[in-house]
């Protein structure tokens, strides 16, 4: 089993930035970021295979976010920029060990076996 301790969150105003780290403990074929906001469902908002360095994002923020990996440190960051209130949430790494096909795989909760505590990131208006 993958361990997985994000950190990073906190609270910025519209157009802000932060960054999420998540440090890996195991081995993982790719990685993804998600959220989840109150009464919502969990989203995807980012994947990448940790060696190919294949990645997707989701279409809400295309163009903004930022996801990497560091090997070295096993580390999967997500940078999220010009940060709008809808993107208020919990956010979530993942870890899956089987490989996946295609953004539409990546990109889905179904696909992860291993899951952080989330860490909420907020922004006001």
């Known amino acids: 089993q993958v361990q997985l301790v994000e950190s990073g969150g906190g609270s910025v105003q519209t157009g802000g930035s932060l960054r999420l780290s998540c440090t890996v403990s195991?081995?993982?074929?790719?990685m993804g970021w998600f959220r989840q906001a109150p009464g919502k469902e969990r989203e995807g908002v980012a994947s990448?295979?940790?060696?190919?360095?294949?990645?997707n994002y989701g279409d809400s923020v295309k163009g903004r976010f930022t996801v990497s990996h560091d090997n070295a440190e096993n580390t999967l960051y997500l940078q999220m920029n010009s940060l709008k209130p809808e993107d208020t949430a919990m956010y979530y790494c993942?870890?899956?060990?089987?490989?996946?096909?295609?953004?539409?795989?990546?990109?889905?909760?179904?696909?992860?076996?291993?899951w952080g505590q989330g860490t909420q990131v907020t922004v006001s208006s």
């Open positions: 195991g081995y993982t074929i790719f």
């Open positions: 993942a870890a899956s060990q089987l490989s996946c096909g295609g953004a539409w795989c990546e990109l889905s909760s179904y696909s992860y076996d291993s």
């Open positions: 990448i295979y940790t060696r190919a360095g294949n990645i």
